[in-house]
């Protein structure tokens, strides 16, 4: 009986620590757009440029290999699926456009809905 006193609270307390140490050392992604030298509207127009016609769908600020680089999924007319462009915040550089089938998008769209926390619905 004194086992399971004990070990029950290590056990939830060993499951809380992913939730409390991500709260405390997640980075504001406002804090993390003052690092970056260009602006999302000047790395927006980088990355239009490199798909012209498209639409930029969703965009988003991270790090990859500890740089910090602007993401822009871009949608063209008559193109199925959508390009990925990776522009770098420290100089506007391109860093890639990749393309994703449409099946990919889905595929990362659900991935993401399942990583994500669920929302408050109160």
Do not use: Y
Not at 15 to 43: C, H, R, W, Y
Not at 48 to 61: D, R, Y
């Amino acid at each position: 009986m004194n086992m399971k006193r004990t070990l029950i609270p290590v056990c939830l307390a060993m499951l809380a620590m992913p939730v409390i140490s991500a709260g405390l050392f997640a980075a504001e992604p406002q804090a993390e757009e003052k690092k970056a030298n260009i602006t999302m509207d000047e790395a927006r127009a980088i990355a239009l440029a490199k798909v012209p016609g498209g639409e930029v769908t969703s965009e988003e600020l991270g790090r990859v290999a500890g740089k910090l680089t602007f993401f822009f999924d871009v949608k063209s007319e008559g193109k199925k699926g959508l390009d990925v462009v990776s522009v770098n915040a420290a100089d506007g550089e391109v860093i890639e456009v990749k393309h994703k089938s449409e099946w990919a998008v889905r595929r990362d769209a659900q991935t993401k809905r399942r990583s994500s926390p669920p929302k408050d619905r109160s």
